[in-house]
């Protein structure tokens, strides 16, 4: 089950195999913590609704499978993520700022709650606007309320967070336009690290979205890596959103710390 949660809340956004990508900079003058972030959010975001289909393929200690998924999202509103494999609905997510409901036909099992006990029993803590900005390229923390340290690594900036507690946060962008190329969360206490990688970018009148996500997660010694790729990626459409648990599925709980 937790592999179909993991495609459903951690990614699904990417890439459109096209070769007009976006041409990115390289870092190479010392600039302040608040330009890099100034200019990050300078990225225009005008979009009500984003329909995307997207191939990704799915991998952990114990299985490698391709599966096809469409994430629907209005913006700041919802999010609803289906999971196809050969033309079958296998999974659905429906994710709003208060909650998150699931659903997966292989067990027939179900969720319905907050993101306390999500967040706990996938490993990193999520809320509606971390996921929607991991779906369209955007930092999932929101920059201006953090303290960062500045440094050029592999010709990105880096913004490292300055934080006293158990979780070191990292953003890499190139110099271009400020995009993330990189997101690595690091809890050492817990021997637990997320990786997210945006390789290419495409500029679209409404923005500017990735082309391509990789997301590498491990935990202890469990890894499960994720590529992604958009194949169709439309703006502004008039959407539905539907999301019913099928009848005899099993409700499941996640104990709260």
Not at 11 to 19: G, M, N, P, R, V
Not at 117 to 146: C, E, P, R, Y
Request: glycine share 4%; net charge neutral; with cysteine.
């Amino acid at each position: 089950m937790k592999k179909y949660l993991a495609l459903l809340v951690l990614i699904l956004l990417s890439s459109c195999k096209s070769k007009a990508f976006l041409a990115e900079g390289s870092a190479s003058k010392n600039l302040s913590a608040d330009k890099i972030i100034n200019n990050h959010y300078s990225n225009k975001t005008e979009f009500s609704t984003l329909n995307i289909k997207a191939s990704a393929k799915y991998q952990d200690d114990k299985q490698t499978q391709n599966v096809q998924a469409e994430i629907r999202i209005k913006k700041d509103e919802k999010i609803l993520v289906s999971i196809k494999v050969l033309g079958f609905t296998m999974a659905k997510a429906l994710i709003t700022p208060t909650s998150v409901q699931y659903y997966e036909k292989i067990g027939g099992k179900y969720f319905e709650g907050d993101y306390v006990g999500l967040s706990q029993w996938l490993g990193t803590d999520l809320d509606f606007q971390k996921v929607q900005n991991m779906f369209i390229g955007k930092a999932i923390d929101d920059l201006h309320k953090g303290k960062y340290a500045v440094s050029i690594m592999e010709k990105l900036y880096k913004l490292q967070s300055n934080s006293e507690g158990n979780t070191d946060t990292s953003f890499f962008f190139e110099s271009s336009n400020f995009l993330v190329k990189r997101l690595e969360i690091n809890q050492p206490a817990l021997d637990r690290t997320l990786q997210v990688a945006y390789p290419d970018y495409k500029k679209y009148d409404e923005m500017i979205l990735p082309l391509s996500l990789a997301i590498d997660a491990r935990q202890k010694e469990s890894k499960t890596n994720i590529d992604i790729e958009y194949k169709n990626v439309t703006f502004n459409e008039d959407l539905t959103f539907p999301y019913s648990v099928p009848e005899g599925y099993e409700r499941i709980f996640i104990d709260k710390i």
